[in-house]
């Protein structure tokens, strides 16, 4: 298949602190990149997206970062609270596709 | 505005035995896609339609099939289940032609276990 998802790396943090988490992509030709979050027996939910013409991109105590050198995707998020346990997915795809590509995954744990 | 409804939300088979799942779309969305999410594979994508045009589709046999209706909803079919065919079946739609606006709206899935 297209996304392999073994073990999915887990980043625990402390409730409060900063929380950076990464994603390598796939295709040079993609353009249009989104981070979702997943939540124990949800769907996947959008959080925030960015398009190859951008570098940075910010939301609501989320921000996302793009390295299209190396073709890298951050995720950062501020302040974390309990609420943001989950499962993290990058996913890729060309501006007006109508696939994505998703990246394995991160488990997100915060520690109250 | 309802969400994107997908039914059944469980569902045990055994293996030989064929599926359907059903997804509603959000009102006035026209792109519907399906994903199949494992432990091992992760997200993989497997169809997506507009209009009721099939317009890609993923590595995935023949065995698995999908159609959308006038109305924009959904279904998917996988015929001869396999023990590997066990998996959280999830549909998204979307408003648009492609995806440039962001959101692809997912439903909370079907769960099929194949035994």
């Known amino acids: 298949g297209e996304s392999v998802g073994l073990h999915l790396p887990t980043l625990s943090v402390q409730e409060g602190d900063n929380s950076i988490i990464n994603c390598a992509y796939s295709n040079s030709a993609s353009d249009y990149f989104i981070w979702y979050k997943q939540e124990s027996g949800k769907g996947p939910q959008f959080i925030i997206d960015i398009r190859s013409n951008m570098d940075k991109r910010q939301g609501q105590r989320v921000t996302v970062l793009l390295n299209k050198t190396v073709k890298h995707l951050s995720l950062q998020i501020a302040a974390t609270q309990p609420g943001d346990s989950a499962v993290y997915f990058c996913?890729?795809?060309?501006?007006?596709?109508?696939?994505?590509?998703f990246g394995a995954g991160t488990i997100l744990r915060v520690k109250s | 505005k309802a969400g994107v409804t997908q039914t059944p939300r469980y569902l045990i088979k055994t293996r030989g035995q064929q599926v359907t799942l059903s997804c509603s779309p959000i009102s006035g969305h026209r792109s519907v896609s399906w994903y199949q999410q494992t432990p091992g594979q992760g997200l993989q994508f497997l169809f997506e339609y507009f209009s009721e045009t099939q317009r890609n589709k993923g590595n995935f046999p023949g065995r698995f099939s999908g159609r959308q209706f006038s109305n924009s909803r959904s279904e998917m079919n996988v015929s001869t289940l396999e023990l590997g065919d066990s998996a959280l079946y999830l549909c998204?739609?979307?408003?648009?032609?492609?995806?440039?606006?962001?959101?692809?709206?997912f439903g909370e899935g079907s769960r099929l276990t194949v035994l």
């Open positions: 996913a890729e795809t060309v501006v007006g596709g109508n696939k994505l590509v």
């Open positions: 998204a739609s979307s408003p648009g032609q492609g995806l440039d606006t962001g959101e692809l709206f």
